[in-house]
């Protein structure tokens, strides 16, 4: 199995408070990934990253801001959540931008 | 944005029978793959197919490119309970960098 690891793995918070997701790899990957999961829309594409502080936006990526300061970590900002971000968030790291993507264990979050 | 639409959404079966899932779309897609994901876990790849016409077995489970590029199947046979999960299809164009996730066919395999 890939070296991905995910925190927290559960995190219920309030409407308007910040949160942030890490995602820390082992494989020294150069592309890393934040999705998330929803009921009826599969996984979408909310940012990516291919490199050190290189970073890009995906189809939904209103609301939530990234960083990436060291290879192995891949950190997903919710600057002030929303019941609507209400959702299971998934890190995905890979070789290059075509190859397969192996994913973390998922965070579950719930805003309230 | 490319949409890949999966059919069907959800599929019951008992174990033993065979199935076909279904990956459609209307765009052109330089590459796909398959994963496949069980509860609480992240999707795990199953398969990648390139070239236009392609089959791939794994096992029980047989993958196929359509010659144009735009959809493929997976044709699972004899199913066994371990089958059960969330099978996702997802490709690359060539003009986007970023994988597109289907939406996902739910197996359940009972006994």
């Given at each position: 199995d890939a070296g991905i690891t995910q925190s927290p793995r559960h995190k219920v918070t309030e409407t308007g408070t910040p949160v942030t997701l890490r995602c820390h790899q082992t494989e020294n990957h150069r592309y890393m990934y934040w999705y998330r999961q929803d009921p009826g829309h599969g996984l979408r594409l909310i940012h990516y990253s291919y490199g050190v502080k290189d970073t890009d936006k995906g189809e939904v990526s209103d609301g939530y801001s990234v960083s990436r300061s060291k290879t192995e970590d891949f950190l997903l900002t919710l600057e002030s959540a929303t019941s609507s971000q209400t959702s299971v968030y998934f890190c995905a790291i890979s070789v290059t931008i075509l190859y397969e993507q192996y994913f973390g264990p998922g965070t579950r979050l719930t805003v309230t | 944005t490319q949409l890949l639409e999966q059919s069907p959404q959800f599929l019951s079966i008992q174990e033993g029978e065979n199935l076909t899932v279904y990956c459609n779309s209307s765009?052109?897609?330089?590459?796909?793959?398959?994963?496949?994901?069980?509860?609480?876990?992240?999707?795990?790849?199953?398969?990648?197919?390139?070239?236009?016409?392609?089959?791939?077995?794994?096992?029980?489970?047989?993958?196929?490119?359509?010659?144009?590029?735009?959809?493929?199947?997976?044709?699972?046979?004899?199913?066994?309970?371990?089958?059960?999960?969330?099978?996702?299809?997802?490709?690359?164009?060539?003009?986007?960098?970023?994988?597109?996730?289907?939406?996902?066919?739910?197996?359940?395999?009972?006994?």
């Amino acid at each position: 199995d890939a070296g991905i690891t995910q925190s927290p793995r559960h995190k219920v918070t309030e409407t308007g408070t910040p949160v942030t997701l890490r995602c820390h790899q082992t494989e020294n990957h150069r592309y890393m990934y934040w999705y998330r999961q929803d009921p009826g829309h599969g996984l979408r594409l909310i940012h990516y990253s291919y490199g050190v502080k290189d970073t890009d936006k995906g189809e939904v990526s209103d609301g939530y801001s990234v960083s990436r300061s060291k290879t192995e970590d891949f950190l997903l900002t919710l600057e002030s959540a929303t019941s609507s971000q209400t959702s299971v968030y998934f890190c995905a790291i890979s070789v290059t931008i075509l190859y397969e993507q192996y994913f973390g264990p998922g965070t579950r979050l719930t805003v309230t | 944005t490319q949409l890949l639409e999966q059919s069907p959404q959800f599929l019951s079966i008992q174990e033993g029978e065979n199935l076909t899932v279904y990956c459609n779309s209307s765009s052109v897609f330089s590459s796909l793959q398959w994963y496949r994901q069980e509860p609480g876990e992240g999707p795990v790849l199953l398969v990648t197919v390139v070239t236009g016409g392609e089959v791939k077995k794994l096992k029980r489970l047989t993958f196929q490119f359509g010659d144009a590029r735009k959809d493929s199947s997976l044709h699972i046979t004899a199913a066994q309970t371990g089958d059960t999960g969330l099978y996702l299809c997802a490709g690359y164009t060539g003009t986007a960098s970023k994988l597109t996730f289907g939406t996902g066919t739910r197996l359940q395999v009972t006994l």
